[in-house]
């Protein structure tokens, strides 16, 4: 005899197995500033990044199975590039991009047997605040227009619980890093003290004249920031511990 197992049945099983894979990694921030969008990742490894670039005025944080969001970059900034050279670069947006992650992450979903442990957001920076955009893409395919500010993987609901507490709109960048950072810290329910070398930081910075918005936030520009942050000065080791690399760095 045959063994059958409902389709409803099956996708349930799905999104559980997806849910528990994502929340067994660490958690990432994604909020707006007044200068554009910040992006923080509890993220140990210098070398791999859960924040990277995708284009001009857009970038994407993501959680959960390293090989498969980054599948999922590559293949994100090949179809912008692509895009913008057979079109324009005015044509490629955040919301294009979103939906062309959905489409690949619902077909996963639907038609593999084993789904993708992976969660995302899209960020794109407009010349205004309200001109922002912020796209969660679920493991499923389900594509999510967010406002102000976005929490996924790990204890998420813990995490934006947090978030929601210290955000305040049009907060300057140091305001909008100790959000994050508090929210973070406060991941498995017991606070932690988060250092530079834990965080993987990133922003779409508006102000900038040229078309490439994305810029890192690392060595001492991190340090300054957090120290800022936390209503103190950085001593001078702390000063001198790394390059201010807040240039063009687009990650791996």
Sequence with gaps: MPFYVSPEQVMKDKADYARKGIARGRSAVVLQ??????FVADNMSRTLHKISELYDRIAFAAVGRYNEFENLRLAGVRYADSHGYMYDRRDVTGQMLANAYAQTLGAVFTESNKPWEVELV????????????????????????????????????????????????DASLAEALSAAIHA?????????????????????????????????????????????????????????????ASGDDTGA
């Design 122 to 169: 899209v960020g794109e920076v407009g010349d205004t605040a309200e001109d922002d955009q912020l796209y969660r893409i679920t493991f499923d395919g389900s594509v999510v227009d967010e406002r102000d500010f976005v929490a996924m993987g790990g204890s998420a609901e813990r995490v934006k619980a947090a978030l929601k507490d210290r955000y305040v709109r």
């Design 33 to 38: 500033y007044d200068g554009g969008i910040l």
């Design 184 to 244: 973070l810290a406060h991941e498995n329910g017991e606070q932690r003290e988060l250092e530079a070398g834990s965080l993987e930081v990133a922003v779409l910075d508006r102000s900038r004249e040229e078309h490439r918005k994305f810029r890192r936030v690392q060595g001492a520009r991190l340090n300054r920031l957090i120290a800022e942050s936390r209503g103190g000065e950085p001593d001078a080791a702390t000063e001198s511990g790394g390059s201010d």
